[in-house]
């Protein structure tokens, strides 16, 4: 087994290497600075103008209210299900293994490539919004699938094309649901909650041990709850997702985010060196020294930018698939909340998880060297700098909880992709297919408890980078559409002009809703 494993994870080095450091870097950085460039940097000219319309409008009854429409969700629940799947342990352990790798510098680059990204998630959001259509249940389905078959695949000579990186898109999609969506958070739950909670009789009985380590009854238990509480949801289809993200979401950020300011705060006077780390680490002076230190910068782009993606998602493309969801007519109107998406996940939680580490001194900020052994730990020795009294370590219970709320709600985002994913591809068999993927999505649960090895976690990075390059090749390609909506919206909603509003590329849908807007005013 140690064997097989061994070749897995050289066979997916060989694979990851190759799809981001010499592809996938350069294609994500790079798609979202021209969508900036193309939308005239948007995401800052009109930061006004996103940032009232979603934030802003939380308490607007359009954006909160839930719809009569049982096969869609309001705007809100869609931004919470999105976040849900997006703010999660890539918050706290992948900002922790991209600072461990890559140094204070990769924070640098998770925050350039959040800049970036907000405008290639608002572009994957309205092309989702504009290219999806009904599903045999009536729900609204879009996602790069579908934007690839009928957007770029309605290009010249182009239709076999699009419909192959459809197809290459949502095969990577739904095998990445059980690495990063299911498998690798449950992992963490798992090693968190029986290091915090520690119960002996439970914790010493070992099931059986692998790559050197204990698999217990422990272990066991807790994946069999978390199977079962998953499964409740679940099963009970997108409506019951998003009813649980639109309450647990809002709550678990903003407890987060408190309890690390309070960490920053108490430990101010490491705010400074900080960021003077961040910024003279992400441009290290050693990269002078030669070939070695060129293949360390290299590392620290290649981890903030992975890392960045990991957490927010911006370019994968994953999003889109709940976001499709919304109730929402106008396809701008959702791209300004995958903008507020991007912005929540990295710019606020990553950075607080960030200068909560970097400000504790639990990590050397002039090599990224630390003694903590694992991502998720270090973390929780940061929060154990202020709450911890005496053996009392309330820092690691916390961290340990918060790893808990994230991840569960990052297996429902995620299980609602996977879902969209095979739905896509099973076709007229959807109906069944997509009900035997839920219940085998749900019994993986158990096997990401009993997990030993990283290799779900390394996994998941390659399929994300095999997810992100189709989609991206589809936001490209498409750029003339974001364009045109873009100064349809910009045009009509800002500056007051009288046109036709831009809503679907289908006569029908297009139809159906210009009606709507025109005799309810909704937008």
Known sequence: MDSFLETLTNINNAVNDFVWVKIGIVLLIGTGILMTCLTKFFQVTHFGHWWKKTIGNIFDKKV??????KASIS????LCTALAATVGVGNIAGVSAAIMTGGPGAVFWMWLAAFFGMMTN??????GIYYRRKNHHGEWSGGAMYYLQDGLGSYRGMKGVGKVLAVIFAICAALASFGIGNMGQVNKIVINLTSAF??????????????GTDVTLYMLIVGVILMVLV????LGGLQRIAAVAEKIVPFMVVLFVLGSVIII???FKGIGPAFKAIFTMAFTKQAAWGGATGVAFKTIITQGCKRGVFSNE???????????????????????????????????????????ILTSGVIDLTTGATDTASDATLVAEAFNTIFKIGSFEFGRIFVALAILVFAFTTILGWSHYGSKAVEYLAGSKAPVVTKIYKFLFVIMILSGALMTSSIAWDISDTFNGMMMIPNLIGVIAMSPVVMKLTSNYVARRIKGEKIEPMLSYDPKIQAENAKVIAETGED
């Open 64 to 69: 909160i209210s839930h719809t009569n429409d």
């Open 75 to 78: 705007q809100f629940q869609a």
């Open 122 to 127: 608002y572009s994957e959001n309205i092309l």
């Open 198 to 211: 520690d119960i002996k009789a439970l914790s010493s009985q070992v099931l059986y041990t692998s790559s």
């Open 231 to 234: 499964g409740f949801v679940v």
């Open 265 to 267: 705060i108490a430990n």
């Open 314 to 356: 911006a370019g994968l493309g994953s999003s889109v698939m709940v976001h499709s969801n919304s109730n929402v007519k106008e396809p701008v109107k959702q791209g300004l909340w995958g903008i507020f998406e991007v912005f929540a996940d990295t710019i606020i939680v990553c950075s607080m998880t960030a200068l909560t």
